[in-house]
């Protein structure tokens, strides 16, 4: 077991295969925009999901909860990649409609996410590997609490939504509240009481276990140790090309969408069949619950394996 991150001097290997991509198949820029239809699909989950919370009012605390883990879980995941598709302006082109569209997503995932997500991520993506400004990145003291015990992998995979609600505490070079997550905040209080009066305790619980389920102790769940944990010496950043891609808005093609940042959803395939020469050659992944089952058993993967870039000096 590693006991500390993996240093590495070398420069995001993002940056240069999106110029060689770029200089190779300039028609790549006919695979960029915004995808206007996105909002249609967040319309018809949300839909979906207060529809199957009120058939759910009067059951069991057990049916809802299986219920959440055998179909919320994927509703709430999709929903959570759309989030991730609003971050980056990819549904629409100005910025304060995507981060409307993105508080819209929040209304069935019960807590207010969104808006804090896009600012920490952006921050992902412009200082990836930067431990102080990183926060995809867990905390030293987390990391080493964790470990390499198969019991505290398998509860922080459980509590991952825990993890990273705590963890930008840790920087404060991000101001975390503004009035945009301040409106957020109060939309998904509002939607929770509307949708408490609507279906009751019951089937607001089926959507809270929906987020739960969604977060970490799920096949879904094996999306977030995919990305950047590391499987493969001097590999940074993982793809999954399995099915769940399908109910999950190709979220997994997280290589290509790191490359470029600016393709929206439908059209990461397009990239990595236009371009197979830079992606076949990379470890990714075929099965997330073999993702999840390998980190939380096999004692020499921990919280550590995960790639740390010097320090740039700009600001966040």
């Known amino acids: 077991m590693r006991n500390s991150y993996i240093q590495l001097d070398t420069p995001n290997v993002h940056i240069s295969r999106k110029r060689e991509i770029g200089t190779k198949y300039p028609e790549v820029k006919n695979l960029m925009g915004q995808n206007p239809w996105s909002l249609l699909f967040i319309a018809l989950i949300t839909g979906f999901q207060i529809a199957v919370a009120y058939l759910l009012k009067d059951q069991s605390l057990w049916i809802v909860a299986l219920a959440a883990y055998m179909i919320g879980a994927f509703c709430s995941h999709a929903l959570f990649a759309q ?9 629409f082109k100005r910025t304060w409609v995507n981060k409307l569209a993105g508080i819209f997503c929040d209304t069935c995932l019960v807590l207010p996410g969104a808006l804090a997500f896009r600012k920490y991520h952006m921050v992902h993506h412009r200082h990836m590997g930067e431990y102080s400004k990183d926060a995809d990145i867990a905390s030293v003291e987390e990391a080493a609490f964790i470990g390499n015990s198969r019991f505290k992998k398998l509860l922080w995979v459980i509590f991952f939504g825990l993890s990273q609600a705590f ?24 939607a929770n009481v509307l949708i ?9 619980a089926y959507l809270a276990f929906s987020t739960f389920f969604g977060l970490g102790p799920h096949p879904v769940g094996g999306r977030w140790i995919q990305e950047h944990y590391v499987t493969k010496e001097g590999q940074e950043t993982y793809s999954y090309y399995g099915p769940l891609n399908k109910l999950s808005f190709n979220v997994g093609f997280h290589n290509e969408h790191h490359d470029y940042m600016n393709i929206p959803w439908n059209n990461l395939p397009k990239l990595r069949k236009m371009a197979p020469e830079f992606y076949d050659n990379l470890h990714a992944y075929q099965s997330w619950s073999a993702v999840l089952w390998n980190f939380i058993t096999d004692k020499g993967i921990s919280v550590f394996d995960r790639i740390l870039h010097p320090e740039k000096k700009t600001t966040a």
């Open 83 to 91: 989030i991730h598709e609003c971050c980056h302006n990819l549904v």
């Open 196 to 204: 408490y009066m609507a279906v009751g305790p019951i089937g607001l």
């Open 167 to 190: 963890r930008p505490m840790r920087f404060d070079n991000i101001k975390l509240m503004d009035k945009w997550i301040f409106s957020n905040i109060l939309y998904s209080i509002l």
